[in-house]
């Protein structure tokens, strides 16, 4: 028999399966209506995916917005703060920390006004906080010109007049309410993530109860027909082997009953099979849009907890992963193919306690972790001296032990392993560190991709999951810091992290 023979003679089989009524038509019914039910599923849930991390991103915009207002505010207190120390000193240290302030006060205000751009509130919210912004810095600007002038009395005149006070109050209000706003939007996207989290969970809980019955029902009809034939061997072992036309009826009969088992058996092994298989794949996913949806509540309940529901924590840590491994349990022992359910582990977030940090040391201590791994493909990773900051040990330790741990991960086995650590202070109290390699590189398109979620770019022949740098960037982000790539294909990569040299922290234990 011809290969090209083979799908004819499975689709005709097909069609006299559904032509003939009976158990295997029964059945072929029952696996296309599972099938069809997991197409279904399988879409909403892609869906429902993709609309909780549009509603993720929107919440990570927001609270990107409501620090950058409290940072610009900061730069308007600082400059202010200078101003007066000019005033009353004279000294010209005070004019250049003024001088300083004003310029990250700029910066910080056109990255606010970049961040809202298309935004019609935010944008008319901005615009107001410009002007208040402009006029501060006018009334400042005139009592530094009479100071500088020569005339003090006149420059403290405008200060007790009050009218300074007036202007950094109208800068306070218009940055609450810029806070008020994104605040407001945060508290409405969480709500909108928690209800699409809630619905995907009914979805896929609704189906996997379907299944289930469509499996009982199977089973009851396999049950039934193999008692049927049962009985017919039993009445055939009772009839009087002499009469032959009993025999070949009673024959006929069974030879029907075992082409009708062949083909259930062929619809099992290859249909079921199917759709089992891809319950488990989707229900995979769906984990890994309930550790998003989990991190993302978690953030909230350090940050806001009072904008969380307790239904929407209940539905994503308790009910989602019950119906999870209901579904995962009950597939298992329709098919023997899974051997445990996957358990995801929560990391919830904790308080950060700043500290004066000898980053030379720390790196050095990271580099001589692995230096036997580097070692061994005749390489060498070399630590500048580095400059201190005052920011959490433990998430320094993690950002900097990640991006050296995937450098050397990742060296090119070809040639020697080159990994440098190397740093420096910037202006306007911030430090730049930065990890470089001579490794495998990342291509230009996947620059960004490589901080995604589960993601992982060029061939993946080592171990990883897809989460470290995605786990970086979150605990740059969290200090307040930023975290850039530069990277060629086949030539190495370089990873420049810049932080405060300083960590504040607001009430809530976040970097400001």
Do not use: C
Request: glycine share 8%; net charge neutral.
């Amino acid at each position: 028999m011809s290969v090209s023979s083979k799908p004819k003679l499975s689709l005709a089989a097909a069609s006299q399966i559904l032509r003939t009524p009976g158990l295997a038509r029964s059945i072929t019914i029952l696996l296309s209506g599972a099938l069809l039910l997991l197409l279904v599923v399988n879409a909403s849930t892609f869906l429902m995916i993709q609309r909780t991390a549009t509603l993720n991103e929107q919440v990570d915009n927001s609270w990107v917005v409501r620090r950058a207002g409290r940072t610009l505010l900061i730069s308007i207190q600082q400059a202010e703060s200078a101003q007066r120390g000019f005033l009353l000193t004279g000294q010209a240290s005070f004019l250049n920390e003024y001088r300083s302030a004003e310029a990250t006060a700029s910066t910080r205000l056109a990255a606010l006004k970049e961040r809202l751009a298309g935004d019609v509130v935010g944008e008319a919210a901005v615009a107001g906080l410009e002007t208040g912004i402009r006029a501060k810095f006018i009334e400042m600007e005139a009592t530094l010109d009479a100071a500088r002038a020569g005339r003090i009395g006149q420059a403290m005149t405008m200060v007790r007049s009050g009218r300074g006070k007036a202007l950094m109050d109208d800068v306070r209000r218009e940055i609450d309410a810029v806070d008020d706003l994104q605040g407001q939007r945060v508290a409405d996207f969480t709500r909108a993530s928690a209800r699409s989290a809630s619905t995907t969970l009914a979805v896929n809980a609704i189906a996997g109860v379907l299944i289930l019955i469509l499996a009982g029902v199977v089973a009851m009809l396999v049950r039934r027909y193999f008692h049927d034939m049962t009985e017919a061997r039993a009445v055939i072992d009772r009839t009087n082997a002499g009469l032959e036309q009993t025999v070949r009826d009673r024959t006929a009969a069974l030879t029907r009953a075992n082409e009708e088992v062949q083909r259930f058996a062929y619809i099992v092994s290859h249909d079921l099979r199917s759709p089992l298989v891809n319950v488990m794949g989707f229900t995979s996913e769906l984990e890994a849009a309930g550790e998003v949806i989990d991190r993302q509540i978690s953030r909230l309940e350090t940050d806001a907890p009072d904008l969380i529901e307790t239904d929407a924590v209940t539905a994503v840590r308790e009910e989602l992963p019950e119906a999870i491994s209901f579904i995962r349990a009950s597939t298992a022992k329709m098919d023997g193919l899974i051997n445990a359910i996957l358990k995801l582990s929560r990391e919830g977030r904790r308080k950060f306690v700043p500290e004066t940090l000898d980053m030379t040391a720390l790196v050095q201590s990271i580099a001589d972790s692995v230096r036997h791994q580097v070692d061994a493909s005749d390489g060498q990773i070399l630590v500048e001296s580095l400059p201190e900051i005052e920011s959490d040990r433990l998430s320094i330790e993690q950002v900097l032990g990640n991006l050296i741990d995937n450098a050397v991960k990742y060296l090119e086995p070809s040639r020697p392993g080159l990994i440098v650590i190397s740093g420096e202070a910037l202006a306007g109290g911030w430090v730049r560190y930065s990890v470089a390699d001579n490794g495998r590189g990342i291509a230009t398109r996947d620059h960004e991709r490589v901080f995604e979620l589960f993601r992982r770019a060029g061939r993946q022949n080592t171990p990883g999951e897809g989460l470290g740098l995605a786990f970086v960037r979150n605990s740059v982000r969290r200090l307040g810091g930023s975290i850039e790539i530069e990277s060629e294909l086949g030539k190495g990569s370089t990873f420049h992290l810049k932080f405060p040299t300083r960590l504040i922290l607001d009430e809530s234990g976040d970097a400001l």
